[in-house]
Structure formats: C-alpha cells, structure tokens
Nanobody, 123 residues
Framework: QVQLVESGGGLVQAGDSLRLSCAASGRTFRSYTMGWFRQAPGKEREFVGAISWSHSRTYYEDSVKGRFTLSRDNDKNTVYLQMNSLKPEDTAVYFC????????????????WGQGTQVTVSS
C-alpha cells in the first residue's frame, strides 16, 4: 500500500517556476514508477511525466519537454516535479501517482493517487 501527498502548488506568473513534491508512505516506494498527471478545468486528466524506480528513465509529455524535470529521492520517499517557464496553459490540478509497471502514460495503469495540488499560472 502506498499513500501519496502532493504539495508545492500555487499561483504564479507566466515564466515563473514551481517545484511540486509528492511524499509517499510505504516501504515499497522505491519499487514503483512515479507519474504526474494534470487536469485542467473542463478537460480530461492528462499525462505529464513519469520517472522509473531506478532513476534511470524519465518520460515527458511533449508540451512539457525541456521545461519540466522529474527527480526522486528514494531515501526520502519523495518525487519532485520541477516546472520552469510556466505558461497559462499549464494551469491545472497536478496529481502524482504510482504504478508497478516500468512505464505508462495511461492513468488506468496507476494504482495509487494523491489528492492533487492546484497550479495556476497567470498571463
């Protein structure tokens, strides 16, 4: 069982940066691939990126490549999403999630979810 709690969201201006954190409980944290998804008002939840348990692989949705960076600290049971050069279209609730598969951009593959943290980017 893994419980996830996101933090770090807020209101920023276009071009600013934010770092989201996702703290996990559970001794098996380091065996999960951790993903981030986001959901904007009136839209479906979409994949943002994922990082494998070994740190060796990261995956990003095309619109965030070069701006967002995933990292994880298995000793702290925490995964981070560094978001730079934020745009108004990045406004959404951001969720972290855990999956036992090596990689997936499909939310149905993720077993555990956090409650989400709001990111609002003003123009």
């Amino acid at each position: 069982q893994v419980q996830l709690v996101e933090s770090g969201g807020g209101l920023v201006q276009a071009g600013d940066s934010l770092r989201l954190s996702c703290a996990a409980s559970g001794r098996t944290f380091r065996s999960y691939t951790m993903g981030w998804f986001r959901q904007a008002p009136g839209k479906e939840r979409e994949f943002v990126g994922a990082i494998s348990w070994s740190h060796s692989r990261t995956y990003y949705e095309d619109s965030v490549k070069g701006r967002f960076t995933l990292s994880r600290d298995n000793d702290k049971n925490t995964v981070y999403l560094q978001m730079n050069s934020l745009k108004p279209e990045d406004t959404a609730v951001y969720f972290c999630a855990a999956t036992s598969v090596l990689y997936s951009d499909s939310e149905i593959k993720y077993d555990y979810w956090g409650q989400g943290t709001q990111v609002t980017v003003s123009s």
